[in-house]
């Protein structure tokens, strides 16, 4: 499961892209924003549990927030163990819906 995977995500205030590597138990991403995002995941069984935190480069969020240059948000999910299918899942970003999918880029060792 070690890959760069492209990200599309979309929320009540619009839409974004951008890549996150997932893997060994790390998530670490970049959105078209400039926001970056740090985090940890297990896998158990067939789901992916992690957390991870967004600091945005400043601006407003696609679930209507809008945070300064710095601010952060709280992303928790729980994705399938095919998560990288192009359908849309679910995540909470700052106790808001936010709808991710993911397209495999290519493996990392």
């Given at each position: ?44 069984g ?9 600091t ?8 209507g927030?809008?945070l ?42």
């Amino acid at each position: 499961m070690s890959a760069l995977y492209q990200m599309r995500y979309q929320g009540v205030a619009g839409n974004g892209h951008g890549a996150m590597y997932i893997g060994k138990g790390v998530v670490i991403g970049i959105d078209i924003s400039g926001a970056r995002y740090h985090g940890t995941y297990t896998l158990s069984g067939t789901t992916i549990d992690g957390t991870a935190t967004l600091t945005s480069s400043g601006g407003a969020l696609v679930t209507g927030q809008d945070l300064p240059a710095g601010g952060t948000v709280h992303i928790t999910f729980s994705l399938p163990a095919g998560f990288d299918d192009g359908q849309y899942h679910h995540v909470i970003g700052g106790g808001r819906r936010v709808g991710v999918s993911f397209n495999k880029i290519g493996d990392i060792p």
